[in-house]
């Protein structure tokens, strides 16, 4: 037999096994393409990474792990959390496949304990931690709990640099991410941190690009992160240069990373930046505050072509442009920042990016700055993909939460549903029209009998793309601290070609 028949038959198998079936059917002999389309099947397993969450000794950490209910998904499965070596232990210590050093902390050789259990899908489960040596976890959920898994990361500093409320959806394994909206400026602190989940070490180039074009450095070329670990990098060890804007470019050559950077600044707090959409020609930034008093955008095309973009925000009564900032100018291969000060003057809003003219690739985020003087916080807000057809957010508190929905095109219907709470509750649902061209800050829906925080899942039930995200205030109310994040599609259903068996392979 041949070995194109071979490999064949080996393909048609394999993909068998993936789906969990093969239609069988004989060919008709018409040519025509008869197979069925696609199917749309739950993942069977997610891996998720949450980078450490501070070097501050006053640092409270909440984790949040929640999986929603998918029709379809196996009715078996787990989820846990495991600790991430550092790198400065340089992975010497032999580990298991789930990330755990022989199923031990690697400190006083005791079974280790996760800082948060998952439940079954449906209820959320929480933990908490306490001070500046709490690693970086390496999750993994497989069979019923994989679709749509999501763990919150939310960190409470009460004083210093980066004080304030700090956020972070732990995110998924990935070999390219883009950070604009970073700085290694006089007041700011900034680390890119680097998570290794897999067996073999993760070889990684870090890209640091300002106002001038690329920042020269040799620092953060080839830098490996060993199995199972977790490494962070000082933004100003990479290069000396001083920049109020930066977009940092993370590529892996080999293996895969989750990556985030972490912002911190003497004066406005801090918060976690995660990657913003990957580079396209129209972006939308979700749910901008409505009381900032300070939004910075900060662009940059990595292409060899310059952009212009027309600037809008979707505001609750309609796409409106910005006084003075109608447009941006955005040179290749250059990072542009632009003040936009209040530009949403007490509404909802989310910032709207198309091209002028012709259609370059471009990533973007906005720093948002709440309060003034002595309490003023900061956040980002990344470029974000659409919620899709379902995006889950964790650990919201009653009356500490705000639901931003953005339309940018066509008018559109979702669904929220808020699960129970952590300690108790009962699930509630709520469907929201959001107008064309419109951002709307909805009265989310909370549970009955609400005990300890809840997961939100949102789901597009008609119409266009609709953008969203997630306002999280603190509990200082001396400090207007806060945190942002984007709601984007949580990929918990997957696309599987149906399969046709041929004999007819056989004869060739």
């Known amino acids: 037999m041949k070995r194109t028949t071979l490999s064949l038959i080996a393909c048609a198998t394999a993909l068998a096994a993936v789906t969990g079936f093969a239609a069988v059917s004989a060919p008709d002999g018409s040519g025509t393409d008869t197979a069925a389309p696609a199917a749309r099947l739950p993942v069977e397993r997610t891996s998720l990474l949450c980078p450490a969450p501070s070097t501050s000794d006053l640092a409270e950490t909440a984790y949040t792990s929640f999986t929603p209910v998918t029709k379809g998904a196996d009715e078996k499965g787990d989820a846990q959390l495991t600790t991430a070596e550092t790198a400065a232990d340089g992975g010497k210590d032999e580990k298991d496949d789930k990330g755990g050093k022989d199923g031990k902390d690697g400190k006083d050789g005791k079974d280790e304990k996760p800082v948060v259990q998952p439940k079954a899908p449906g209820t959320p489960a929480a933990g908490e931690t306490t001070g500046a040596d709490t690693p970086a976890l390496i999750g993994t959920a497989e069979g019923g709990t994989a679709p749509g898994w999501t763990v919150q990361q939310t960190t409470e500093v009460a004083a210093g640099t980066g004080r304030g409320l700090q956020g972070v959806n732990c995110t998924a394994p990935d070999t390219e991410f883009w ?10 602190t900034d680390y890119v941190h680097l998570t290794n989940p897999d067996d073999s070490a993760a070889v990684v180039d870090i890209e640091l690009y300002g106002k001038d074009g690329a920042l020269k450095s040799t620092v953060g070329e080839g830098v490996t992160v060993p199995p199972h670990t977790s490494e962070s990098l000082l933004l100003s060890t990479l290069s000396e240069v001083k920049e109020t804007d930066l977009t940092v470019h993370v590529g ?26 990957d580079p396209a020609s129209e972006l939308v930034l979700p749910g901008i505050p409505k009381d900032a008093t300070a939004v910075r955008l900060v662009l940059f095309t990595p292409g060899g072509t310059d952009a212009d973009l027309k600037v809008r925000l979707a505001s609750p009564s309609g796409l409106i442009t ?34 002028t003219d012709g259609a370059v690739p471009v990533v973007a985020a906005v720093r948002v700055v709440r309060g003034k003087g002595d309490e003023q916080e900061s956040a980002f807000v990344p470029a974000s993909d659409p919620v899709g057809a379902r995006a889950t957010v964790a650990d919201n508190r009653a009356k500490s939460t705000t639901l931003a929905l953005s339309a940018p095109g066509e008018a559109a219907q979702v669904k929220v549903t808020a699960s129970a709470g952590t300690e108790g509750g009962t699930p509630a ?21 609400l005990k300890g925080s809840y997961a939100l899942t949102v789901e597009t039930v008609s119409g266009g793309p609709v953008h969203a995200s997630r306002i999280l205030t603190g509990s200082d109310d001396d400090v207007a601290a806060f945190t942002v994040q984007t709601l984007p599609d949580d990929r918990g259903m997957v696309s599987v070609p149906n399969a046709d068996e041929d004999l007819t392979v056989l004869q060739k």
Request: aromatic share 4%; proline share 5%.
């Open 252 to 277: 892996v050559r080999s293996g895969r990373v989750g990556a985030a950077v972490q912002a911190l600044d003497d004066k406005t707090g801090g918060d976690w930046l995660t990657a913003a959409a």
């Open 179 to 188: 950070f604009p909206g970073a700085s290694t400026a006089t007041s700011r």
């Open 429 to 449: 649902t709520k469907t929201y029209t959001i107008k064309a061209g419109t951002t709307q800050n909805v009265d989310a829906p909370v549970p009955a009998g």
């Open 322 to 355: 910005p006084a003075g900032h109608e447009t941006v100018h955005v040179k290749a291969g250059m990072t542009t920042g632009v003040d936009l000060g209040e530009v949403t003057r007490g509404e909802a809003g989310s910032l709207v990016l198309t091209p």
